[in-house]
């Protein structure tokens, strides 16, 4: 049990880079919740928390975390908030936190596209300065298979509208997300989107089924046919070969990942290449993965 100043609404999710990050859920849930591979939120149903509760809880914060560099806005996606619920949220924050590195959150493109240049220029300009993106695959066949409720195109339109305001992106795509079937397409077509959008952040998570194949298989619209750890860095590979970036801060260090891997690219590539040709050939071809205690 962990010591918490205020009351979360259980399960709370934060990225790895957000570990040191005052969490303030100013939602509750995912405004889409129907991704195939999710169960992040299922137990949720999604609620915009009101300013009137948000406000004494960043205060609670702000007194107990003195001194904390960042601030992440939990749940799902905090960003589909409109601009005009979210910069009041914001303001506060900077009132009471004082002078603050970042502003975070979680955000879908449809939530970047729904708001005007000039609003995510304000709300960059007030600190909300990364936004972490799962687009999961660049393949359209897939995001459609996975009921993502984005396309190849919708997801480079957002991540460039983010871009173009000055707010930076961390890229989440998930390696093993179409089994075997859908595994070239995925890692090319992945490996064609952040060649497009060149984001600073780019992270890659593998594939887990907390409740199992049969359970995944029921929401996922395609076949699916698992793949061993070999195909998984196989598929990694092929898609970090076909990266062509400047200063990506990459990195694969979640729990659910068999290898981790960090890394500048596409300055790193090789190296990365190597790391995974050596994991390639020393695993035993016939090992699957096992999913992991936690998303
Ligand atoms: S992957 Fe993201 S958008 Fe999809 S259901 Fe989960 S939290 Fe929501």
Known sequence: MFFTPIEYDEPVFRPPGEARSAILQTTLGCSWNQCAFCEMYTSKKFKARSF???????????????????????????????AGKLIPIVNEINNQFGKLQRISSYALPKDIL???ESELKELRNLGLKLLYIGIETGDDELLKLINKGETFNSTIDGIQKAHNAGIETSIMIINGLGGKKYSEKHALKSAEIINKVNPKFLSTLTLSMPYGQDHFQKRFNGEFQQQTIVELFEELKLFIGNLEVENVIYRSNHVSNNLPLQGTLSKDKNQLIESLQYAIENTPENKYPSAPMFL
Do not use: H, M, Q
Not at 55 to 74: C, D, H, N, Q, R
């Open 114 to 116: 729904n708001k005007s």
């Open 52 to 82: 009137e509760e948000l406000k004494p809880e960043i205060e609670t914060l702000s007194k107990v975390y003195k001194g904390v560099k960042k601030v992440f806005l939990a749940d799902g996606n905090a960003f589909v908030l409109s």
